[in-house]
């Protein structure tokens, strides 16, 4: 089984590539552009496995990605390259528009250029968010499957716009796909310009906490480890165009959140106040999302999935290993 992972070297992706890797069947092609959020530390030690490679490539270099696919053959993608910070989608569009929409694009003509010489049960995973859909009042139902997309920032358009790139190749072109929109992921090795790494390391350093606007914005967290399994479960289904929300089921307003990490805080590394005294309120992001919410029913008919993390047992094990990786955190700070 021959797997190529588009973004390897990011979050989500080193995950992914570390479950992957338990199997010694699956063989692995790992393609990533080495950007500042990219993080080799996180499969520091696989360099050397026979059924692990690592190819430099950027999935806006239509050529080198077409070659890629070409020479591996795999028998799955998993597309998981992206721009994904919200903020710096709003002061730096066209980087999101180039690499989400034009780098997905680049993935799907080079899969229909090889599509005759890939296995024949070939398939691509193309990982999305649950932002493409909008904003949920509080008292709204759930994001499902057959939502509207409603994306409300640059980011959440491009990814919106990518997703329906993968569809139309599907049903124009027959490359068999399945989209995956997640709600918000945590866990070790997430770069520390998201919030939960932001929180801690601000904490242990006694700098302000940011909260925007009055923190009430709600969001259903992931742990990534929960993440991948699904994606893994999902990439061996059978019909030839799938769509699934994948969710925590885990909602909670941004200050509760960050008073979760505080408290953890308190009583791991006590200071002379609490780290609750550092939450500073700032003005509101452009655009800022009210809530998102997953309804994952589908995934737990079709795949018997089921989150295992609850979030205040996996905010304390991800306090826990921030702490213990200081200094690699310190290093991504930008």
């Known amino acids: 089984m021959k797997i190529l992972v588009s973004g390897g070297l990011g ?13 010694e069947d699956y063989q692995i092609l790992n393609i990533d552009k080495c950007s500042y959020a990219s993080m080799p530390e996180a499969l520091e030690g696989r360099e050397s496995l026979k059924n692990y490679s690592f190819k430099k490539i950027d ?3 239509a050529s080198e990605v077409e070659s890629a696919i070409a020479e ?26 180039d690499t989400n929409i034009l780098g997905t694009f680049n993935i799907l003509e080079s899969i229909r250029g090889n599509f005759s010489n890939l296995p024949e049960n070939f398939i691509l995973i193309h990982v999305s968010t649950d932002e493409v859909y909008g904003s949920l009042k509080f008292d709204e139902s759930l994001f499902n499957e057959l939502s509207s997309y409603a994306p409300n920032s640059p980011y959440s358009a491009s990814k ?5 790139l993968v569809r139309a190749w599907n049903k124009t072109y027959g490359i068999k796909a399945a989209i995956t929109n997640c709600s ?6 997430q770069n520390p310009e998201k919030l939960i790494p932001k929180t801690i390391f601000n904490a242990i350093n006694k700098k302000p906490i940011p909260i925007y606007g009055k923190g009430v914005n709600i969001r259903d967290w992931l742990h990534v480890t929960d993440h991948v399994e699904a994606l893994i479960k999902i990439s061996d289904t059978h019909e030839n165009y799938s769509k699934y929300n994948i969710g925590g089921n885990q909602e909670m307003a941004n200050i509760d959140l960050v008073k979760e990490i505080c408290s953890h805080l308190d009583k791991k590394i006590p200071i002379d106040t609490s780290y609750f005294d550092l939450i500073t309120y700032v003005d509101d992001r452009l655009g800022h999302d009210l809530r998102y919410a997953i309804d994952a029913s589908k995934l737990a008919e079709d795949h018997n999935f089921k989150p295992k993390y609850m979030i205040k047992d996996g905010i304390k094990e991800t306090v826990d290993w921030y702490i213990s990786n200081l200094k690699w955190m310190q290093s991504k700070i930008i």
Request: aromatic share 12%; glycine share 4%; hydrophobic share 40%.
């Open 11 to 23: 979050f989500i992706g080193s995950a992914l590539i570390r479950s992957l890797l338990n199997n």
């Open 59 to 61: 999935i806006k270099n």
């Open 72 to 97: 591996f053959k795999p028998n799955k993608i998993f597309h998981l390259a992206a721009e994904s910070h919200v903020d710096r989608s709003i002061s730096a569009p066209k980087e999101f528009l």
């Open 160 to 164: 919106a716009s990518s997703d329906l």
């Open 184 to 189: 918000n992921n945590y866990g070790p090795w």
